[in-house]
């Protein structure tokens, strides 16, 4: 059973910039989360996918946004990028609350 | 709002040790608990998930306990490894769908 895919693995970007990530669930999970991971802040939540409605937002601004098919594969998109957008970018799935998270790799992001 | 502590922030021990790791919550209200290791650089993986109604789930050489009533939990790792060095994470999912993390204990074991 695969697990859950991120796309790219590493992207650099200009300030200003807008970048958009992507994330292939586990197959038959119709729930994706996204968290932003940085030294200084840890693990924190930018929103929750299930059945293409955004059904959790953290407290990011307006410029994090994001979006999920119908096959439940997401995209992350972030617009006027700032150097402190810099972070791991995580992506998780879950079949429901009984099984927990399982996470992809993470698309690390270097703005410059 | 949850919150979620992680004591101790960083540990180093022999290889052979067997050790203990603390999370702690001030929301008792939680669906679940679920323990991540995660190496430098990479994503997180999986090591124990315990739903609320549980006390404590074990996978080889790990151990998880859960008391929800005082807001804590315990990763126990027999006979640490050299290849158990990473950070752990411990995080709680509440009534949403979000899960909270701790800030992670990092392991270093010693051969």
């Known amino acids: 059973k695969a697990g859950v895919t991120q796309t790219p693995r590493y992207l650099i970007k200009t300030r200003g910039q807008q970048v958009t990530l992507s994330c292939s669930p586990i197959?038959?999970?119709?729930?994706v989360s996204w968290y932003q991971q940085t030294p200084g802040q840890g693990l924190q939540f930018l929103f929750e996918?299930?059945?293409?409605?955004?059904?959790n937002k953290g407290n990011f601004p307006g410029r994090f946004s994001g979006r999920q098919f119908s096959n439940s594969r997401s995209e992350m998109n972030v617009s006027t990028l700032e150097l402190g957008d810099s972070a791991l970018y995580l992506c998780?799935?879950?079949?429901?609350?009984?099984?927990?998270?399982?996470f992809g790799s993470g698309t690390r992001l270097t703005v410059v | 709002k949850q919150e979620v502590t992680q004591i101790p922030a960083a540990l180093s021990v022999p290889e052979g040790e067997n050790l203990v790791l603390n999370c702690s919550f001030t929301d008792s209200a939680i669906y679940n608990l679920q323990w991540f290791r995660q190496d430098p650089g990479k994503g997180l993986t999986s090591l124990l998930l315990i739903q609320s109604s549980q006390r404590e789930q074990t996978s080889g050489r790990l151990n998880a306990s859960l008391d929800k009533s005082s807001g804590r939990s315990t990763l126990y790792i027999a006979a640490s490894q050299p290849g158990d060095s990473a950070t752990y994470l411990c995080a709680v999912q509440g009534s949403g769908s979000r899960l909270t993390f701790g800030e992670g204990t990092q392991l270093t074991v010693n051969p």
């Open positions: 197959s038959g999970h119709r729930s």
């Open positions: 996918y299930f059945s293409e409605t955004q059904r």
């Open positions: 998780a799935s879950s079949g429901g609350s009984l099984w927990g998270y399982t």
